[in-house]
């Protein structure tokens, strides 16, 4: 695609997008000037205000026929009816609309997630421009490759939804280590309401990071039950917003998989597969 393909083009600023100095997170604009080759792309808006942005910053609304086979489940992805509907409501904008349906079409995206993560990709995709190597990474993981109890504490975690005897009901719920003892292996987790309450490490489950998640979604993809092609880039999509995001979007991932349980796999490891994978130091070592 060239610059002058690009040039008009609407798009919708990324909700994640966390440190936008224009403040215009899920808000739709117009580009109007561009510079492949230094990734800069100026964005002008409806109040006129105008800003610059990365390619994968900036998202465009994917075709009615590609919503259309993620509505009918032909890429492997379970949704919700609501998100189902969703979904289709922005097809059919798209589909029989001119303009107008398709600004429409952009704000019911903007603000819900499913809708978001499925009903667009974004400019860096559609520019083929997955395969450059990243020229900064964000820290977006909070466990070293040594795990210490100290180094857990502050770690988001999301309670199993299905543990064995989750203590105060607190299953699929989100909360923070405040303490951890991996030799008697009990961390005592805090939720948003103050409570608390101690779980071992099978119990919970952490973000993945960006670069597992787009792992994960490489290994099924070459598997005999492989993963749709759309479905693991969706998958990498999801990758670079965590990696961009940094740690704030960690909660957030767990967020997600709450709404999505579908997700948990893709998205999250038990605290327990993690530690096994980077032991802690022997004492006395």
């Known amino acids: 695609m060239e610059e002058n393909e690009i040039i008009g083009m609407s798009v919708m600023v990324s909700t994640l997008l966390y440190n936008d100095p224009y403040n215009k997170q899920g808000e739709i604009g117009m580009i109007f000037r ?13 109040d006129h205000t105008e800003g610059l942005y990365a390619a994968n910053s900036l998202h465009i609304l994917k075709s009615p026929e590609e919503l259309w086979k993620i509505i009918l489940g032909q890429n492997g992805v379970n949704l919700t009816e609501a998100e189902q509907d969703h979904l289709r409501k922005i097809a059919i904008l798209l589909e029989y609309g001119g303009e107008k349906s398709k600004l429409t079409a952009y704000r ?11 009903a667009t990709s974004t400019l860096e995709y559609l520019l083929g421009m997955r ?11 909070p466990l070293p ?13 999301l309670v199993d939804p299905l543990p064995w005897n989750a203590p105060l009901a607190r299953h699929g719920q989100i909360g923070k280590i405040i303490s951890s003892d991996r030799l008697k292996n009990a961390f ?11 779980y071992s490490s099978n ?13 994960y979604a490489n290994k099924h993809a070459k598997e005999a039950d492989a993963i749709s092609h759309e479905f693991r880039e969706r998958m990498h999509d999801y990758a670079s917003h965590i990696e961009h995001r940094g740690e704030k979007a960690l909660r957030e991932s767990l967020e997600f998989v709450q709404k999505n349980p579908f997700f948990q796999v893709w998205l999250t490891d038990s605290l ?7 032991p802690a130091d022997r004492i006395g070592r």
């Open 131 to 141: 395969d450059i190597k990243r020229a900064k990474s964000m820290p977006h993981y």
């Open 34 to 46: 561009v510079d492949m080759p230094a990734d800069d792309y100026y964005v002008r808006f409806g």
């Open 272 to 278: 327990d597969h993690v530690l096994a994978m980077r």
């Open 203 to 215: 119990e919970l489950n952490i973000p993945k990071t960006a670069d597992d998640i787009s792992d």
């Open 145 to 157: 490759e040594k795990i210490t109890d100290q180094k857990l504490v502050g770690t988001w975690v």
């Open 108 to 118: 019911l995206t903007a603000g819900n997630d499913a809708a978001e993560f499925f």
């Open 188 to 198: 005592t987790i805090q939720f948003d309401d103050e409570s608390t309450g101690s």
